[in-house]
Nanobody
Framework: QVQLVESGGGLVQAGGSLRLACAAS????????MGWYRQAPGEQRESVAV???????NYADSVKGRFTISRDNAKNTVYLQMNSLKPEDTAVYYC??????????????????WGQGTQVTVSS
């Protein structure tokens, strides 16, 4: 299994910055991609930023130029640097990983794993 633990959320003023971190652990065989998603009250979950094992990165249009995703493969950790935060960024941010795990019988197919989320609140 893969466990994901997020950290770094908090309360900031508009224009401020936060850095989120997500560490993956467990019987990991391979992590194909890691990313950040967010969900505001009454809203649908949306993708924020995703990075593949080869370094391909996709950002939501709403965060381009403000957020930066990075990954430390040796530590199985993904980061999200959030600058110039806006009240519209307020949400619970969830870490996601697409990974295969090592099992006694072999290697699993690729599956999605999720962290419990960390709250980001931006006040105006």
């Amino acid at each position: 299994q893969v466990q994901l633990v997020e950290s770094g959320g908090g309360l900031v003023q508009a224009g401020g910055s936060l850095r989120l971190a997500c560490a993956a652990s467990g019987s990991i065989f391979n992590i194909n991609a890691m990313g950040w998603y967010r969900q505001a009250p009454g809203e649908q979950r949306e993708s924020v930023a995703v990075i593949s094992s080869t370094g391909t990165i996709n950002y939501a249009d709403s965060v381009k130029g403000r957020f930066t995703i990075s990954r430390d493969n040796a530590k199985n950790t993904v980061y999200l640097q959030m600058n110039s935060l806006k009240p519209e960024d307020t949400a619970v941010y969830y870490c996601n990983a697409i990974a295969t795990v090592s099992r006694v019988g072999g290697i699993s197919r690729r599956s999605d794993y999720w962290g419990q989320g960390t709250q980001v609140t931006v006040s105006s």
